[in-house]
């Protein structure tokens, strides 16, 4: 299939271009490499451009006749969103919309839309199904449930078939060390703590250990990168097949605590790094896991690093090498 992959250069986009141009798939990716870089786009054509520029989009457009669009490029950060929430609303939902529109006229048929549990925001019940009302509590999950909403309208009035896929905790790194989260500045707990191990950050907080949890601090169900990218290719497929439109949990529908993550952290490094208790950081669910059913019924889609070792050494494996892989890049431009 020709597709279209916005946000391709970035942590999770990079690991689905590269699941797809293994599967065959003709790709062109779209990013601005505002936090993506292009040695990560191992398959197809890189072009650098921002959704803002709608005539960038619609000449994009013009060139290829897309059979598909993945669409991952959007900001992610929590607080950030707290604190600025325009950038959320302009580059999340307005740069979807944009998005959107050259797919309507360009008819393109098949949309695979990068969604988030935030879109829950705080629910009563930690194990969550697709169909529980949506109440984000913060501008990114708010963000991210317009774009949804849109697609679906849009969805209802054209032949547009589309999955979205709303992400839990997406940990971990491609079990090769090609690719890996390069993210500038990252909040993301298993990241933090990888960034301890290697020296790249002195020491790290647990945001709240009061939580109605088995040692007070919060739950999450990280999955690995490799089984979310798979799920992409795997709703490709299945629209491609003639499957119906849907939005699917990506969860392994098991949590651990922020205490656990970080112990095994520690045993996987096989050293120590200085852990801080902090208070509850703002918008922090005590517990969020996937009920899974859904997407393993629909797309057939089950995991295959369900190991929270396996998520942790390959981050870290990452982790070491991308720290060299910088340190490297410095020495050499301070040469020049
Ligand atoms: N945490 C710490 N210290 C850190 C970083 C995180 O204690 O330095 C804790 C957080 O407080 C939270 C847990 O680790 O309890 C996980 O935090 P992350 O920042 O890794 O992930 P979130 O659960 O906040 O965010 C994830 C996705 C978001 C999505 C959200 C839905 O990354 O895209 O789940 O709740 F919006």
């Known amino acids: 299939m020709k597709v279209l992959v916005t946000g391709g250069a970035g942590y999770i986009g990079s690991h689905v271009v590269r699941q797809l141009g ?9 990013d601005n490499l505002s936090t993506g870089y292009a040695w990560a786009v191992t398959h197809g054509e890189l072009v650098v451009g921002d959704l803002a520029d709608e005539d960038a989009i619609d000449a994009l457009f013009r060139d290829h006749q897309f059979e598909a669009v993945l669409h991952f490029a959007a900001h992610i950060v929590v607080p950030e969103s707290v604190a600025n929430p325009l950038k959320y609303y302009r580059n999340n939902t307005r740069n979807t919309l944009n998005l959107l529109a050259a797919i309507e006229r360009y008819q393109v048929p098949h949309l695979v839309f990068s969604s988030t549990a935030a879109v829950y925001g705080m629910p009563e019940q930690t194990v969550l199904t697709e169909d529980l009302p949506l109440a984000p509590i913060n501008p990114y999950g708010a963000s991210k449930m317009m774009s949804e909403r849109m697609i679906m309208d849009l ?17 971990g790194a491609d079990l090769d060390g090609r690719l890996g989260q390069a993210t500038p500045e990252a909040t993301h707990l298993i990241k933090v703590a990888c960034e301890c191990v290697t020296g790249a950050r002195d020491g790290m907080s647990i945001f709240g250990t009061d939580y109605d949890t088995r040692d007070g601090t919060c739950v999450r169900d990280y999955i690995h990168v490799e089984d979310l990218a798979r799920a992409h290719v795997m709703a490709l497929d299945h629209m491609a097949a003639g499957g119906e439109s849907d939005v699917l949990n990506c969860g392994y529908g098991r949590g651990f605590t922020v205490r656990e993550v970080i112990d095994v952290v520690r045993q996987q490094a096989g050293c120590d790094f200085p852990v801080a208790e902090s208070p509850r950081r703002a918008g922090d669910p005590g517990a969020l896991m996937a009920d899974n059913q ?25 982790e070491r090498q991308w720290q060299r892989k910088q340190a490297d890049g410095a020495t050499h431009s301070t040469n020049h």
């Open 22 to 30: 293994e599967a065959g798939h003709d790709i062109i990716v779209f």
């Open 155 to 171: 969805a209802a009035a054209s032949s547009l078939r589309y999955v979205i896929l709303r992400y839990f905790n997406v940990a």
């Open 294 to 318: 859904r997407i393993r019924r629909v797309l057939g889609w089950s995991p295959r690093h369900d190991d929270l070792e396996v998520i942790v050494r390959t981050a870290l494996d990452w």
